[in-house]
């Protein structure tokens, strides 16, 4: 059923969590160590509640680039980590909100302004793994997104739901390879 609202979602982790990894017990611990982040991602969705507008849409991809922008970043940064994910080229989701920004008549100039300051601390590859298990584990919750977007605001869906969309109809198959990888 299509959801009322994206915040009938929070509960529970829908968004960024809430499914298993072939290993529950590092499900679990991936899940428990990683649920302030989540938690943080999850709150945007507030965003979103309705009425669904373009303003509150382009707020909500504002406020995701200026938080994966600075993180993305830095996770490139972390030695070893590209090795251990394999190559990986839509894993990258800045470009794919700067795209849906850009439809929506918001350029990078204006959005370096609302880059987030305090981002999770990743001294080492095993916290990287675990700042991309939350990113993985949301790509799971846009499929829903996307869906309520498609039918709240139609048009605007089809032009500027790349990041929502990043991996199509092959959401569960990546998030399969990623579990797997871990």
Known sequence: PLLSSPSSFI??????????????????????ETSLLQAELDSLLLLLARPATEQRYRAF??????????LEQRLRGVGGLAQTLGEQPQRSRTELLELDLAEMGMNVPELELLACKKLPALPDE?????ACHVLEACALGHRHLQRYLSHMLPSL?????????????RTEERWAAFAGQL
């Open 11 to 32: 509960t529970g982790g829908a968004l960024c969590g809430g499914i298993g990894l072939p290993n529950e017990a590092l499900s679990q611990r991936l899940t428990r």
């Open 126 to 130: 095993a916290h990287a793994l675990g």
């Open 61 to 70: 991809c504002g406020a995701l680039w200026g938080f994966y922008a600075p």
């Open 157 to 169: 869906s089809e032009r500027a739901s790349h990041f929502l969309s990043c991996y199509g109809e």
